[in-house]
């Protein structure tokens, strides 16, 4: 996994064998097994967002308690995917992958039984800890099996299933909660982990790196504690302040972690990941990409999905259905890429993606308490299109800047990306949402009782549950807490699609035209 600083050029780096094989049903086995294992994944980030307002009242959660118990996962999985990943290369990625579904299928059940939101995050925790053990397997698994002329349509395929299975996790939780109350959508991880683990088991082959480098003890630890402090920072200092001593200092150890990676890295003969690797061109553009298409998607999908309940009145099963039409784009879109990143360029195909997911946001940005459900379906459209294209376009990019031997690099990299993307997405669109809500909430407020206004700063949903109990009374606070929360998610969605246009820009102007040709 790891890679040495002279290999980090413009040019390929120079290939290490891997041990390649395919399962007992061949690359299509390969490709349901990882396809399964990553759907499990990505879905356990998305499907708890249908819960929220559930777990606002029923465990009396506040806004800053949902973002984490929505990024606890999210937050261990970007911290801890590239050393497990790293393990999973020296000792076999089945081998990591199955005992990481042992672990999440541990930790969700636990997690079904919680009672306090202090409870849930811990537990949420360690399924980002099995999630972490499972996800860097999965591309690198499709990556080393598949030949060199079929490897491109599997990280297509791969890349689809990633961003199409966070609305596969949405429309089961919301046929569960329909059902039952949010604990089942933990009993239900439970199980599916059962089963990604069969599949790996009878389906794909045990791939590694049959010339592993040493440890990075240093670069691990790096990593995960900037990580970690970055996403604590981001929501923390929207709720108790930036100027506060414990988020100034969180800031501080972010920049030391991350200064200290680089430095370490760059003078290691086997870095855990290769600082030097960013002067590929290729590997940079394409992690950045990736990383702020997740920022967007997994940021929307916390508030987005707060939008379609509480201000149109959706169940969670409509909520997740209204989002159908992202995946029913991604899908075929991202099939599609391949070919035309040949036709046009990875940079046209990366840039243009870029613009049509910012344009999608801004769209919804847009939209007031009366607007409805088509002028959403438009914007989610419009940005389902971008996510298709930059996608499969950012991790084929990835994963094309380096040779076979490396690809367990390329695929902790990708994966690194896409978790940081989701856990900062969920912790910046979170934190926006959430101070522009308190500070747009009616004065009336003052006027209730105090347990009931509290409950009403807290969350949008005990809001309106607050307006509900009260009765006729209530009319003008469910418009107030309506009110805000549009102003709280415009805020957000503007704020990301700022970033996501400026990626774009990058990319026009710094994006390798063609894409790279790693074998």
């Avoid at 376009?393 to 040779?403: K, N």
């Avoid at 009110?483 to 390798?512: E, H, K, N, T, Y």
Wanted: hydrophobic share 55%; charged share 10%.
């Amino acid at each position: 996994m790891s890679t040495s600083p002279h290999r980090a050029s413009d040019h390929q780096p120079e290939d290490r064998q891997d041990t390649v094989a395919t399962g007992r049903a061949g690359h299509n086995g390969v490709l349901f097994a990882m396809c399964l294992s990553l759907v499990l994944v990505v879905a356990s980030v998305s499907a708890l967002n249908l819960a929220l307002p559930d777990l606002a009242i029923d465990l009396s959660a506040t806004n800053a308690s949902l973002t984490w118990i929505a990024d606890g996962y999210t937050v261990a999985l970007a911290a801890l995917v590239l050393p497990l990943g790293a393990i999973g290369d020296r000792i076999g990625r089945r081998n990591v992958l199955v005992a990481g579904t042992v672990v999440f299928g541990i930790a969700a059940l636990a997690a079904s039984f919680a009672d306090l939101t202090t409870t849930l995050i811990v537990w949420r925790v360690v399924m980002g800890l099995g999630a972490a053990m499972i996800m860097p397997g999965t591309l690198s698994t499709i990556t080393a099996a598949f030949p060199p002329g079929q490897r491109a349509k599997g990280v297509a395929t791969w890349s689809g299933f990633a961003a199409a299975g966070a609305i596969i996790g949405m429309l089961a939780a919301g046929a569960l909660l329909e059902l039952f109350s949010w604990r089942s959508i933990f009993i239900a991880s439970a199980a599916t982990a059962v089963l990604a683990a069969a599949a790996a088991l009878l389906l794909s082959p045990n791939t590694k790196d049959e010339h592993p480098s040493p440890p990075d003890v240093s670069g691990a630890v790096c990593t995960a504690l900037g990580i970690g402090t970055l996403v604590f920072a981001i929501i923390e200092g929207n709720e108790r302040g930036w100027t506060e001593p414990v988020v100034v200092a969180s800031l501080v150890v972010t920049v030391l972690a991350f200064t200290a990676y680089a430095w370490l890295g760059l003078r290691r003969e086997h870095p855990l990941l290769d600082p030097a690797l960013f002067g590929i061109r290729g590997f940079r553009a394409g992690a950045i990409v990736v990383l702020v298409q997740f920022m967007a998607v997994f940021g929307f999908f916390f508030v987005g999905l707060q939008y379609l309940q509480l201000i149109l009145g959706y169940s969670p099963l409509m909520a997740a259905a209204a989002l159908v039409g992202v995946a029913a784009v991604v899908l075929p879109t991202s099939q599609v890429t391949p070919h035309l990143v040949r036709r046009v360029g990875m940079k046209a195909t990366m840039t243009v993606g870029l613009l049509l997911l910012s344009a999608g946001l801004f769209v919804i940005s847009r939209l007031d308490v009366g607007s409805g459900y088509l002028p959403f379906l438009g914007g989610l459209v419009l940005a389902g299109f971008g996510i298709g294209l930059s996608g499969a376009v950012g991790t084929s990019a990835i994963t094309g800047s380096l040779g076979r031997g490396q690809q367990g690099v390329a695929s902790a990299m990708n994966d690194t990306t896409r978790e940081v993307g989701s856990a900062v997405g969920i912790a910046l669109m979170g934190s926006i949402y959430g101070s522009h809500y308190r500070a747009n909430l009616p004065g009336s407020l003052d006027q209730l009782p105090p347990e009931a206004a509290e409950a009403a700063r807290d969350s949008a949903a005990a809001g309106l549950h607050v307006a509900d109990q009260l009765g006729a009374q209530g009319s003008a606070l469910a418009d107030g807490v309506k009110a805000a929360f549009m102003d709280g998610l415009s805020a957000s969605l503007i704020a990301v699609g700022v970033i996501v246009l400026a990626a774009a820009v990058g990319c026009l102007f710094r994006a390798p035209k063609a894409p790279p040709t790693a074998d």
